[in-house]
């Protein structure tokens, strides 16, 4: 039978990290071995609610790729898929749980709890309640409900329960110890909505779900959740639980470390695809022989994917991992049919707010457009972490006008020599494609070297000190632009002071008092 998994978020908030890589796990695992998921929201702590969750945990899943096969807006047989619209089948099975012995109906109120609990605490007992409502008579309760007194429904762990060896897909053997539980856990509150670990084993057996993946916080309930399934009758699911996601400090990964939600990454133009790899290469096990920074999208993830890569240890999430794979994950995806559209509509909005008046002019075509911007992005790979970055990693392509504010790398008597002699050789061209040559061997006719000679001319072309390789600026940026560029710095007030008299003639810059075209008139 193809397996049938789900994720099962609360709405108490936006879809985070943790919940992401859950989802993603359980659509793996199903997609892997042909099966589906569901996505069900687990809605009853209604003091917990947060107007809008839902919908963040939809937009994060859709942004993602990844599409849920039964769940809100996707009927199936298996629905409501909200908890809260499932409350009349919560109450049969608690009623079934009371009439075998299983669960038992506790009255006292939160300060007699309180009460007891301190007790207990002083008597050195590790239990957190007494079991007083335990011994209740049935005339006793029949009484008490029947003044409508408010109560909740514990079960019963007075009774022995003879669970079978269990052998979680990712932790291994685990041994069944309730310690950290409370004493009789509730499983209906006052409110009369389930807990988590009533709801979610009746509605695992209700909907048919064969593997459950879930977070490692869910780990210590497991005894509770099993011994659910074997009082009811049923057969549980294999279980497998996700290790904690850790920030490279090992601290636990929260808000107060940095971004976790997932629409921070998305509004900060981390590539969907990359994330998903990201997570996806987290935690894997020493025996795994792919490399660490493996890139896959998600169809290879899916084809490949494999649980016993993946170790019990808890995940270190590598911010520079992230960098690594979202530059090559923005190539990628350039190279995509269905992809390629997408990114540069998303790219050229990024930009047209920043450069406004990238527009045509007599001498270059639009900057801001499809064939350009793709153009500028395949040779920025090695230096764009993400398309957010593009207007100032890039800057250089769009504009130059930074030249003019940006201090000169060398003397002005320098920089006016070279830029002026360069566009000298510009003009002379019919176009650059002998540019190279010409970066080769025009720093040696001036006796500079061509380190200094290339900071001078990417400086003049836009005022950065870095960046790309000077001959696939002009390439790129086209001939006339690059005349336009040069020779509004040389006619900047940056190099205003500088006598061209002054200036050594190893170029021509003067011939018979004479001053070519292209350098400033004095």
């Known amino acids: 039978m193809p397996p049938l998994l789900r994720f099962a978020p609360s709405p108490t908030g936006s879809l985070h990290l943790g919940g992401l890589r859950t989802a993603l796990f359980n659509h793996l695992f199903a997609q892997n071995l042909g099966g589906k998921w569901i996505l069900r929201i687990e809605d009853t702590d209604a003091s917990r609610y947060i107007p809008g969750s839902v919908e963040d945990i939809q937009n994060g899943l859709k942004w993602a790729g990844l599409e849920y096969d039964f769940g809100p807006n996707k009927n199936g047989p ?81 009774k022995d329960i003879s669970l079978p060896p269990f052998t979680d897909m990712i932790f291994g053997e685990v041994r069944d110890a309730q310690g950290s539980l409370p004493t009789d856990p509730i499983l209906l509150k006052m409110d009369q909505f389930p807990t988590y670990h009533l709801a979610s084993v009746v509605d695992d057996h209700e909907m048919g779900i064969t593997h459950v993946l879930r977070g490692e916080e869910w780990l210590p309930s497991l005894p509770l959740h099993r011994s659910l399934y074997n009082r009811l009758g049923w057969t549980a699911p294999a279980y497998g639980h996700l290790p904690l996601l850790l920030n490279p400090d090992g601290s636990k990964m929260s808000k107060r470390h940095g971004d976790v939600r997932v629409s921070d990454f998305k509004e900060k133009g981390w590539e969907s695809s990359a994330i998903l790899n990201w997570l996806a290469l987290s935690g894997r096990n020493a025996n795994n022989k792919e490399p660490r920074s493996s890139i896959a999208d998600l169809q290879m993830l899916v084809k490949e994917f494999k649980l016993s890569d993946y170790t019990r240890r808890r995940a270190v999430l590598d911010p520079e991992l992230l960098s690594q794979l979202n530059r090559r994950h923005i190539q990628l995806e350039l190279k995509k049919p269905e ?23 007599m001498t270059r075509s639009d900057l801001v457009n499809p064939d350009y911007v793709t153009r500028v992005l395949e040779l920025l790979e090695d230096r764009l972490d993400r398309i957010d970055e593009l207007p100032a990693v890039g800057r250089i392509f769009f ?79 086209g001939k006339g632009e690059v005349k336009n560029r040069l020779r509004t710095m040389l006619a900047s007030d940056a190099l205003a002071v500088v006598d061209t008299e002054d200036i050594d003639n190893p170029v021509g810059i003067l011939v018979s008092g004479e001053t070519l075209k292209g350098s400033p008139q004095k």
């Open 78 to 158: 298996h629905g409501p898929y909200y908890q809260s619209q499932r409350l009349d089948l919560y109450h049969s099975y608690v009623r079934k749980l009371i009439e075998s012995g299983d669960a038992y109906r506790c009255f006292c109120s939160s300060d007699e709890l309180e009460v007891k609990r301190q007790h207990l605490k002083a008597s050195g007992s590790l239990a957190t309640y007494d079991r007083a409502c335990r011994k209740l008579t049935e005339e006793d309760v029949a009484r008490r409900i029947k003044l409508k007194q408010p109560h909740v429904v514990r079960i019963d762990d007075v």
């Open 339 to 361: 992809r390629r559209h997408e990114i540069l509509d998303r790219t050229i909005q990024v930009l047209k707010p920043v450069y406004p008046h990238s527009e045509p002019s």
């Open 399 to 477: 504009e130059g006008t930074a030249a003019l504010t940006t201090e000169l790398p060398c003397k002005p008597h320098l920089y006016l020599t070279v830029t002026s002699g360069f566009l000298d050789w510009v003009e002379a061209s019919p176009d650059l494609s002998q540019a190279k040559s010409a970066l080769n061997r025009l720093p040696g006719e001036l006796g500079v070297s061509k380190g200094q000679y290339m900071r001078i001319l990417r400086h003049a072309l836009g005022g950065e000190k870095n960046g790309p390789p000077v001959g696939e600026v002009l390439s790129l940026i």
